[in-house]
T-cell receptor
Framework: GEKVEQHESTLSVREGDSAVINCTYT??????FPWYKQEAGKGLHFVID?????DRKQSQRLIVLLDKKAKRFSLHITATQPEDSAIYFC????????????FGKGTSLTVIP | ETAVFQTPNYHVTQVGNEVSFNCKQT?????MYWYKQDSKKLLKIMFS???????VNETVPRRFSPQSSDKAHLNLRIKSVEPEDSAVYLC???????????FGPGTRLTVL
């Protein structure tokens, strides 16, 4: 089955700097890669996603890059703010119609004011 | 805005008891999921349910069973809880053909 590795377990950046979280996957059939944010005591909140037909997607301060050859994707948060502090999860899924998400282990991001 | 609702928020019980958690979504989606998040925040899919049909059961112990009355509800029943069942259980939903899954706030189970 699919395995998603999330390389940074913790990450600290200063407010205003950029944060980068890297993930790799194993199944070449995976084609959808979402990112979720989890704040303390809460469920997962969708932040951004990318599909395999593109290699870059941006939504305001969030940029997702996808390298299909390397089976790697990354989340870039620019101009970080204290409210960006949370756990971020990457995931991968296949286009089966009832896709299951395979999640990475999460990255705890702390933005230092 | 919350559209996937889970009850209870917390539940504490003893080994061997039966528990049941509820999930309801108001998004009109046709597919629902249960995930388990352990103490290390690791997330694993447990069940996928579409139109009352179980689609995937990812090597989950038999004491776990999903129960659905309609496509908006998917409950999770654990027959005889064990200490390793202590975790946060997250419910999610999606619409077939779409990609994004919407998650509820989770139910935290503690087994003493």
């Amino acid at each position: 089955g699919e395995k998603v590795e999330q390389h940074e377990s913790t990450l600290s950046v200063r407010e205003g700097d950029s944060a980068v979280i890297n993930c790799t996957y194993t199944d070449t059939a995976s084609s959808y890669f979402p990112w979720y944010k989890q704040e303390a005591g809460k469920g997962l909140h969708f932040v951004i996603d990318i599909r395999s037909n593109v290699d870059r997607k941006q939504s305001q301060r969030l940029i997702v890059l996808l390298d299909k050859k390397a089976k790697r994707f990354s989340l870039h948060i620019t101009a970080t703010q204290p409210e960006d502090s949370a756990i971020y999860f990457c995931a991968a899924s296949k286009p089966t119609g009832y896709q299951n998400f395979y999640f990475g282990k999460g990255t705890s991001l702390t933005v230092i004011p | 805005e919350t559209a996937v609702f889970q009850t209870p928020n917390y539940h504490v019980t003893q080994v061997g008891n039966e528990v049941s958690f509820n999930c309801k979504q108001t998004l009109g989606h046709d597919t629902m999921y249960w995930y388990k998040q352990d103490s290390k925040k690791l997330l694993k899919i447990m069940f996928s349910y579409n139109n009352k049909q179980l689609i995937v059961n990812e090597t989950v112990p038999r004491r776990f069973s999903p129960q659905s009355s309609d496509k908006a509800h998917l409950n999770l029943r654990i027959k005889s809880v064990e200490p390793e069942d202590s975790a946060v259980y997250l419910c999610a939903s999606t619409q077939r053909g779409h990609y994004e899954q919407y998650f509820g706030p989770g139910t935290r189970l503690t087994v003493l």
